[in-house]
């Protein structure tokens, strides 16, 4: 059964960046395709960005050039990397997990909350002066 822990949230000021790693145990990630989400206080919880099995990535047009998606298989780890950031990225921040069995499933990926199986806890970003 995958499980998937974030880690590598916090506190930092306008301007500045993080990085967010998501760990999958139970199973190895390149059975999945991992989005990254967001959701702040009284709003929808949003897409930023993906990568699929084959290493694709996807990002939502208003963090692209921000926001960096990658991997370590070696690790069994997806990272998000933050920068530029502003108040209005204060957040709780997940990945989650869709798993691709077909050829061209595996090259996709989606940003789409509503796809994804398997979410992990969550962590907080926080920007604040």
């Known amino acids: 059964q995958l499980q998937l822990v974030e880690s590598g949230g916090g506190l930092v000021q306008p301007g500045g960046s993080l990085r967010l790693s998501c760990t999958a145990s139970?199973?190895?990630?390149?059975?999945?395709?991992i989005g990254w989400f967001r959701q702040a206080p009284g709003k929808e919880r949003e897409g930023l960005s993906c990568i699929s099995p084959t290493g694709s990535t996807d990002y939502v047009d208003s963090e692209k050039g921000r926001f960096t998606i990658s991997r370590d298989l070696a690790k069994n780890a997806v990272f998000l990397q933050l920068t530029n950031l502003n108040i209005d990225d204060t957040a709780q921040y997940y990945c989650?997990?869709?798993?691709?069995?077909?050829?061209?499933?595996?090259?996709?990926?989606?940003?789409?909350?509503?796809?994804?199986?398997?979410w992990g806890q969550g962590i907080q970003v926080t920007v604040s002066s």
């Open positions: 989650a997990a869709d798993q691709r069995s077909t050829p061209q499933g595996r090259q996709l990926c989606s940003v789409k909350p509503v796809v994804y199986e398997t």
């Open positions: 139970g199973s190895t990630l390149d059975k999945y395709a």
